[in-house]
């Protein structure tokens, strides 16, 4: 595996060459052991479990933060190295999928690497965004919300989902929202 090209694909990002750093990251994509990783199970919704419904973070842990050993939900156990790759596999996708611009490309990116951090606020937060460019309103409302709820002391995630839901006209969902606003906000009137 090329950790020192994922570093250099990085260094180009920092250094504002993302055309140097895309072919990087694709070709690191597609290596081997990383390759597994997009194959592989990252949970047992594939083993017809009705209960898999509950997002867990990249260590295996639910993301409502119950108890991991209580949870009949998972039947899969990750290895340190398995989880150590996915962790790799999900950085690279993180750092490709803003250079792919507004594009399906990316979407995909995205959707790919929440499989692997489903609890991740800043993905969730960033695939809002890009659903919010590319016209789909009604979806990127979603997508903040799901940040929201799982950053749910971001003042700022709150103050995006209640603009989306006022850009998409559902007025009894951003007022909802306006008052989860006022509580994260903890007493500071906001000017709305």
Known sequence: ???????????????????AAR??????????ALLEQQQAPLDDS??????????????GQPCDG????????T???????????AGMRFRALVHLAPLLGVSDAALMTWAEALRYAPCDA????????????????EHACAAAAR???LAPGNLLL????????????DWDAAGQALLGLAAVAGGYHHPW
Request: with cysteine; net charge neutral.
């Open 46 to 59: 594939s083993s017809g479990n009705s209960n898999s419904s509950s997002s867990r973070n990249r260590s």
């Open 23 to 32: 072919p990087l990251l694709q070709t690191l994509l597609l290596e081997p």
């Open 122 to 137: 800043r993905a969730w937060e960033s695939v809002s965004l890009l659903l919010c460019q590319l016209g789909h309103l």
């Open 66 to 73: 119950s108890d991991a050993a209580a949870s009949t939900r």
């Open 75 to 85: 039947s899969v156990v990750v290895v340190p190295q398995s989880r150590a790759l």
């Open 158 to 169: 709150h103050e995006r989902l209640v603009l989306l839901l006022a850009a998409a006209r």
């Open 1 to 19: 595996m090329q950790l020192k090209q994922y570093a250099d694909a990085v260094q180009y990002i920092a250094d504002g060459q993302p055309d």
């Open 147 to 149: 940040a929201a709820e």
